[in-house]
């Protein structure tokens, strides 16, 4: 199976974070199925995030939602500034491309997850640790209920919440 996984934080300040939970999930599924990371960090969502994403034509996508906002309390306005509105436009991007499905996980997915399932309009999300991605795409393959997987969820159910 072809899985793309994208870090979707784009955030450069103070400085930017490489996506390593990405690369130990990546690392956790590679030896069974073909994995391209694409790091929004390095492409931005402009054309050449969509031609990363057309060129591979995954069978299933992971996204990384590592925060939801800035928690910076010296913005101008004095409030932390969202990034939901971006993850939701990478997710329209791929959606008017790509017919994949599309699995949240992610630090900041963990913390909202039923929340953002419902805002991103995302099929799966994994709560917790991003290697249980790899059982997931066992079941998903063989057709078997993934949401037997604990912190597993889809789209309008509420899975088995890991303990954390």
């Known amino acids: 199976m072809k899985v793309l996984l994208i870090s979707a934080n784009n955030e450069i300040v103070p400085y930017t974070v490489y996506p390593i939970g990405l690369d130990y999930v990546a690392g956790s599924i590679s030896f069974k199925h073909i994995v391209k990371i694409i790091d929004v960090n390095c492409t931005g969502i402009q054309e050449s995030f969509i031609k990363g994403v057309l060129d591979f034509l995954p069978h299933i996508i992971g996204i990384s939602i590592r925060n939801v ?6 913005t101008p306005s004095g409030y932390s500034q969202s990034y939901i509105d971006r993850y939701k436009k990478i997710i329209d991007l ?7 499905p599309i699995i949240l996980g992610g630090s900041g ?9 419902e805002l991103l309009g995302a099929d799966y999300g994994i709560i917790g640790e991003g290697e249980r991605l790899s059982e997931f795409l066992e079941k998903f393959e063989s057709d078997e209920d993934v949401n037997a997987i604990p912190g597993v ?3 309008g159910k509420k899975g088995i919440i890991p303990n954390p």
């Open 94 to 100: 791929i959606r008017d491309k790509c017919n994949a």
């Open 69 to 74: 906002d800035t928690t910076d309390i010296i």
């Open 153 to 155: 969820i889809s789209k």
């Open 109 to 117: 997915f963990t913390i909202f997850p039923h929340e953002l399932m």
